[in-house]
C-alpha cells in the first residue's frame, strides 16, 4: 500500500493551493482520511480529517479557509487551501485508515498509513 501525496509548492500570502493525495495497492477499504502538517520546531498536527461517509472535521486554525473531499472510487482525498498565510507553512502530510488485503489476510495498522509529505510554502 502506497500513499502519494501532491500539489505542494510555493503560494503568496492570501493565494491557495490543491493538495491531492491517493491511495494506491491492495486495499480492502478506507475508513477516515485526512491530512496533517509539520512546521519546523513543531509536533505533526491535524489539520482536516474526512470520514468514508464525507463527516469533516477542521483545526480551528483554518476553519473556514481550507476545504477537505475524497473520492471513494479513485482513493483519493484533496485538501483545498485558500487565503493562506505564512504560518500555514508546512509539510503537509496525507494519512489513511485503511485494511491491506493479501489473499485472505487482513492487516490494519494503528496509525494508519502516511504518505510521503509535500512542502507547502506560503510567503508574506
Known amino acids: 500500500v502506497q500513499l502519494q501525496a501532491s500539489g505542494g509548492g510555493l503560494v503568496q500570502a492570501g493565494g491557495s493551493l490543491r493538495l491531492s493525495c491517493v491511495a494506491s495497492g491492495s486495499i480492502f477499504v478506507i475508513n477516515d482520511m485526512g491530512w496533517y502538517r509539520q512546521a519546523p520546531g513543531n509536533e505533526r498536527e491535524m489539520v482536516a480529517v474526512?470520514?468514508?461517509?464525507?463527516?469533516?472535521t477542521y483545526a480551528d486554525s483554518v476553519k473556514g479557509r481550507y476545504t477537505i473531499s475524497r473520492d471513494n472510487a479513485k482513493n483519493t482525498v484533496y485538501l483545498q487551501m485558500n487565503s493562506l498565510k505564512p504560518e500555514d507553512t508546512a509539510v503537509y502530510y496525507c494519512n489513511a485508515d485503511l485494511v491491506s488485503q493479501s489473499g485472505r489476510n487482513y492487516y490494519r495498522s494503528a496509525q494508519g498509513w502516511w504518505g510521503q509529505g509535500t512542502q507547502v510554502t506560503v510567503s508574506s
Open positions: 474526512i470520514t468514508s461517509g464525507g463527516s469533516t
